[in-house]
């Protein structure tokens, strides 16, 4: 039995369209999947900060972060889970500078009090000009 080019074709579009869905699924940026919690401050061609508030109980589902460093504005409980589902409880404290390399992942505030942070995620360095 010969298949149709056409339907093969077909197949082909749809399996790469879900591939490209999953993908930018587990990539969301998370001042669109939590506008509660994420909020852009500023951004340029090499930097984005965004101030981070989590009341408690404050929940963000999976999302992405290219390389990144916190400040601890306000501290607190977090848990923390990766793409694995595997919690990890955090505390953090005020005034503490914290550093992620690149990461995808979802937390909540399992703590009393708010957490607030100043997050400055890092974009490639683009190419001098003039450079080869």
Do not use: C
Request: glycine share 8%; proline share 6%; net charge positive.
């Amino acid at each position: 039995m010969k298949i149709p080019t056409r339907f093969l074709i077909s197949i082909l579009v749809v399996t790469l369209v879900g591939i490209f869905a999953a993908n930018t699924a587990m990539a969301q940026d998370p001042t669109k999947v939590g506008p509660h919690v994420y909020k852009k401050l500023f951004e340029n061609e090499r930097v984005r900060m965004l101030e981070v508030t989590f009341q408690p109980g404050d929940t963000i589902a999976m999302h992405s972060h290219p390389d990144h460093i916190a400040y601890v504005v306000s501290g607190g409980k977090l848990s923390v889970w990766g793409k694995d589902g595997k919690a990890q409880e955090v505390a953090v404290k005020a005034g503490d500078p914290l550093w992620f390399n690149a990461v995808t992942h979802a937390a909540k505030n399992v703590g009393t009090t708010p957490v607030k942070l100043a997050v400055i995620e890092l974009k490639e360095k683009p190419a001098m000009k003039g450079k080869k």
